[in-house]
C-alpha cells in the first residue's frame, strides 16, 4: 500500500491513501456526542491532492477527538488539550483553540467581588482598559467604577457615584412623566484619558464626570439639557448618559444621551463646544426611545462617529461640524438591526465597524463604500480555501453583536455578542481567525464587551454574569500557555489510541518528560 511522507513542523507524518485516512475513526462524519456535533466533510474528492489537505484533515481530527474528551465529565482533561495542542502545531484551527481556551481561562480569571447589600455580581455596563495596558477599569450597574491592575485583578480603586439626579416632582403633577431607564445612577460608559491620569463616566443619572484615577476624586461634572417632549398631554423628561469618549488629544469629550442627542464638550473650558440635537421623531413611549449606545473619536481626531438605536450610524466632522457620513444598511442590503450599535475606528482612522445584528460591518471613509461583512453565524469555517468545514452546537442561538474594536496595529478586528462568543476577525479578509466562548449558560449567555489588551496578546471581555476573563488566542501563546500548566505528555498507549501511530510518537510539549 503507497504512503505519503508530510513534513509538519520539522516532524515526518505517514499517512496511508487518502480513502483510508477520511474512514480512519469515522473521519467523514464525526460524532463528538449527543449534544456537540461535529460534522467534517470532504466537498471535493476523496484523493488527497496535496500535503495541505492532509494536514488540514489530521488536524480537524486531532481537535475533534480534543473536544470529544473535553465535554465528557469523567475523562482525563489533560489528555484533550495535549491533543489540541498537536492539532494546533500541525495547522492552527479554531476548534482546537477553542479546547485550550476552554481549560485555560480560568486561570487568567480577574475576581469580581460582590454587592455590599446584595449576593448578585455587580453587572458590568463598560470597560475601559488604560493606555499603558496595567489598568483595567468596569462600570457597572450599580452606580460603581472598578479599576483593577490587570496583571493580578487585585483592586486599585473603587468610585460610586454620588447625589441625585435633579428630578421634576411626579406626585405634583399627573401628567409628567420623567425617564431614566436604567438604575438611577447606572455606570453606562466610562474611558480612559490618553494619558490614563483621568476617567471619563457617563450613567443613567443624566451626568458626564471626569474621575482622577490616583484618588479617585471627581473634578468635572457636566450636564447635558433635558429633553422633553409632549404627546396626548403628558410631558416625558428623558434624561440620562449612555455613551462618553475622550478625543486623542484629550480637549474633548463627546457624550451620547438617551434622548438621541450628541454633545461634544471642551474639557478646559467647561463647556459645550458643539451638540446635535435628538434627531426628528419617532413615537415616545416610556418604552421606547433612540439612544445613541455608542460615540467615538477618530484617532486623527478628525471625526466623531455615533451608533444610534435608530439604526444609523453617522459620522460628524469635528471642524465643519457637519455630517459626513449617515449609513442605515449594509451592503448586503440587510437593515441596521442591532439595538446596541457598538462602533469603531481603524487605527489609521480610514476605516469604521459597525454592529449590525449578526453582522459586523466594515466602511470605508475615503470611497464611501462597505469594504467587509462578518457574521456571527453557528459554522465554524477553519479552512481558509473553503473545502472543509466543521458545523457544531458549540455555541448559543445566534445573537446580536454588542462591541467591536480593532487591535492596536489594526490588523485584527474582534467582536463580542450575545451568541456567547468573542470573535477574532482579519481585518483586511474578513476570515474568522480564533472564537472565544464564554462559559456561561449557552441559551442566555452573552459576551457584553470585548477588547484588546496593549500588546495585542489577550482579549479582555466580560459577560452576562459580571465575569472578566483574559484570553490567550494565538497559536503560539496557545500552545506556550498549555505546555506550562498541564504536567505530562501523552502516554505511548494513549498515541497509538487517538493518532494509530500516524505520526511518530513525540513530545507534545517538549518542557515535559516523555516514556
Given at each position: 500500500m503507497k504512503n505519503i511522507k508530510l513534513a509538519v513542523g520539522g516532524l515526518f507524518v505517514t499517512t496511508v491513501l487518502f480513502s483510508l485516512f477520511l474512514s480512519w475513526r469515522g473521519l467523514t462524519s464525526v460524532a463528538v456526542s449527543n449534544e456537540y456535533r461535529t460534522q467534517i466533510y470532504a466537498l471535493e474528492t476523496a484523493q488527497a491532492k496535496n500535503d495541505l489537505e492532509i494536514k488540514q484533515l489530521l488536524a480537524l481530527q486531532l481537535a475533534s477527538q480534543a473536544h470529544e474528551i473535553n465535554i465528557q465529565q469523567n475523562s482525563d482533561h489533560v489528555v484533550g488539550v495535549l491533543l489540541a495542542v498537536q492539532s494546533m502545531r500541525i495547522l492552527p484551527t479554531i476548534e482546537a483553540a477553542q479546547v485550550i481556551q476552554s481549560n485555560l481561562h480560568t486561570w487568567r480569571f480577574l475576581p469580581v467581588q460582590k454587592n455590599v447589600d446584595e449576593d448578585n455580581v455587580r453587572i458590568i455596563n463598560a470597560i475601559a482598559l488604560?493606555?499603558?495596558?496595567?489598568?483595567?477599569?468596569?462600570?457597572?450597574?450599580?452606580?460603581?467604577?472598578?479599576?483593577?491592575?490587570?496583571?493580578?485583578?487585585?483592586?486599585?480603586?473603587?468610585?460610586?457615584?454620588?447625589?441625585?439626579?435633579?428630578?421634576?416632582?411626579?406626585?405634583?403633577?399627573?401628567?409628567?412623566?420623567?425617564?431614566?431607564?436604567?438604575?438611577e445612577n447606572s455606570v453606562n460608559s466610562i474611558a480612559f484619558?490618553?494619558?490614563?491620569?483621568?476617567?471619563?463616566?457617563?450613567?443613567?443619572?443624566?451626568?458626564?464626570?471626569?474621575?482622577?484615577?490616583?484618588?479617585?476624586?471627581?473634578?468635572?461634572?457636566m450636564i447635558p439639557d433635558y429633553y422633553t417632549e409632549t404627546r396626548n398631554g403628558?410631558?416625558?423628561?428623558?434624561?440620562?448618559?449612555?455613551?462618553?469618549?475622550?478625543?486623542?488629544?484629550g480637549k474633548y469629550i463627546a457624550s451620547g444621551g438617551t434622548d438621541g442627542s450628541l454633545y461634544v464638550w471642551d474639557v478646559s473650558s467647561k463647556k459645550t463646544l458643539a451638540k446635535v440635537s435628538p434627531l426628528p421623531k419617532r413615537d415616545i413611549s416610556p418604552y421606547t426611545m433612540y439612544v445613541v449606545q455608542s460615540v467615538i473619536f477618530?484617532?486623527?481626531?478628525?471625526?466623531?462617529?455615533?451608533?444610534?438605536?435608530?439604526?444609523?450610524?453617522?459620522?460628524?466632522?469635528?471642524?465643519?461640524?457637519?455630517?459626513?457620513?449617515?449609513?442605515?444598511?449594509?451592503?448586503?442590503?440587510a437593515p441596521l438591526l442591532s439595538s446596541e450599535n457598538s462602533i469603531a475606528f481603524s487605527p489609521d482612522s480610514r476605516y469604521l465597524a459597525w454592529g449590525n445584528g449578526i453582522e459586523v460591518c466594515v466602511w470605508d471613509i475615503v470611497v464611501e463604500q462597505e469594504v467587509l461583512i462578518m457574521q456571527h453565524d453557528h459554522t465554524l469555517y477553519s479552512?481558509?480555501?473553503?473545502?472543509?468545514?466543521?458545523?457544531?452546537?458549540?455555541?448559543?442561538?445566534?445573537?446580536?453583536?454588542?462591541?467591536?474594536?480593532?487591535?492596536?496595529?489594526?490588523?485584527?478586528?474582534?467582536?463580542?455578542?450575545?451568541?456567547?462568543?468573542?470573535?477574532?476577525?482579519?481585518?483586511?479578509?474578513?476570515?474568522?481567525?480564533?472564537?472565544?466562548?464564554?462559559?456561561?449558560?449557552?441559551?442566555?449567555?452573552?459576551?457584553?464587551?470585548?477588547?484588546?489588551?496593549?500588546?495585542?496578546?489577550?482579549?479582555?471581555?466580560?459577560?452576562?454574569?459580571?465575569?472578566?476573563?483574559?484570553?490567550?488566542?494565538?497559536?503560539?501563546?496557545?500552545?506556550?500557555?498549555?505546555?506550562?500548566?498541564?504536567?505530562?505528555?501523552?502516554?505511548?498507549?494513549?498515541?497509538?489510541?487517538?493518532?494509530?501511530?500516524?505520526?511518530?510518537?513525540?513530545?507534545?510539549?517538549?518542557?515535559?518528560?516523555?516514556?
Open positions: 488604560s493606555p499603558d495596558g496595567k489598568y483595567i477599569a468596569s462600570g457597572r450597574v450599580d452606580g460603581t467604577i472598578l479599576i483593577q491592575e490587570l496583571e493580578t485583578g487585585w483592586e486599585i480603586i473603587q468610585i460610586k457615584l454620588g447625589g441625585k439626579k435633579p428630578s421634576v416632582d411626579v406626585a405634583a403633577n399627573s401628567n409628567v412623566y420623567w425617564m431614566s431607564p436604567g438604575e484619558s490618553p494619558d490614563g491620569k483621568y476617567i471619563v463616566s457617563g450613567s443613567a443619572d443624566n451626568t458626564v464626570r471626569i474621575w482622577d484615577v490616583a484618588n479617585g476624586q471627581e473634578i468635572l461634572r403628558i410631558t416625558y423628561y428623558i434624561s440620562g448618559v449612555a455613551s462618553v469618549a475622550f478625543s486623542p488629544d477618530s484617532p486623527d481626531g478628525q471625526y466623531v462617529a455615533m451608533g444610534n438605536t435608530d439604526r444609523v450610524v453617522r459620522v460628524w466632522d469635528m471642524q465643519t461640524q457637519r455630517e459626513v457620513v449617515s449609513i442605515d444598511s449594509c451592503e448586503s442590503g479552512i481558509q480555501q473553503g473545502q472543509y468545514s466543521v458545523e457544531d452546537a458549540w455555541t448559543s442561538s445566534i445573537g446580536t453583536v454588542n462591541s467591536v474594536t480593532y487591535s492596536a496595529d489594526g490588523r485584527y478586528i474582534l467582536s463580542a455578542s450575545d451568541d456567547n462568543t468573542a470573535r477574532i476577525w482579519d481585518a483586511v479578509t474578513g476570515q474568522e481567525i480564533s472564537r472565544i466562548v464564554h462559559d456561561v449558560d449557552r441559551y442566555t449567555g452573552s459576551v457584553r464587551f470585548a477588547i484588546f489588551s496593549t500588546d495585542g496578546k489577550y482579549v479582555i471581555s466580560s459577560d452576562s454574569l459580571g465575569q472578566l476573563n483574559l484570553w490567550l488566542w494565538k497559536p503560539d501563546d496557545l500552545i506556550a500557555e498549555a505546555c506550562a500548566h498541564i504536567p505530562r505528555n501523552l502516554t505511548r498507549e494513549e498515541w497509538t489510541k487517538y493518532t494509530d501511530d500516524m505520526i511518530l510518537y513525540q513530545a507534545i510539549c517538549p518542557n515535559l518528560p516523555i516514556e
